[in-house]
Nanobody, 122 residues
């Protein structure tokens, strides 16, 4: 049973930075793709960045200059470094995982999700 637990969200002023973490437990597949998604208030869920077990990454074009995805395989933890945050980055941020998806940013393709962590930028 795969469990994903996000942390690191909070409130920050515009221009600030946050680093989100996602601890993965129970993942037994040989390969993976893990990503960050977010749901702004009143909007659809959107992909931010993904990374696979070959260290290939994909980013939403509008976010790639400010957000960086990384993974520590020894700690089974996924990270998202967010810099120069803007009020429009306010959202619930989710970690997702699966296998065989390459670097897909399509949320509906992922079967494993965390509960989310709130990020508020004012």
């Amino acid at each position: 049973h795969v469990q994903l637990v996000e942390s690191g969200g909070g409130s920050v002023q515009a221009g600030g930075s946050l680093r989100l973490s996602c601890a993965a437990r129970g993942y037994t597949y040989d390969t993976y793709c893990m990503g960050w998604f977010r749901r702004p208030p009143g909007k659809e869920r959107e992909g931010i960045a993904v990374i696979d077990s070959d260290s290939d990454t994909a980013y939403a074009e509008s976010l790639k200059d400010r957000f960086t995805i990384s993974v520590d395989n020894a700690k089974n933890t996924l990270y998202l470094q967010m810099n120069s945050l803007k009020p429009e980055d306010t959202a619930m941020y989710y970690c997702a995982a699966d296998y065989g998806l390459g670097t897909s940013l399509v949320a509906n393709e992922y079967n494993y999700w965390g509960q989310g962590t709130q990020v508020t930028v004012s």
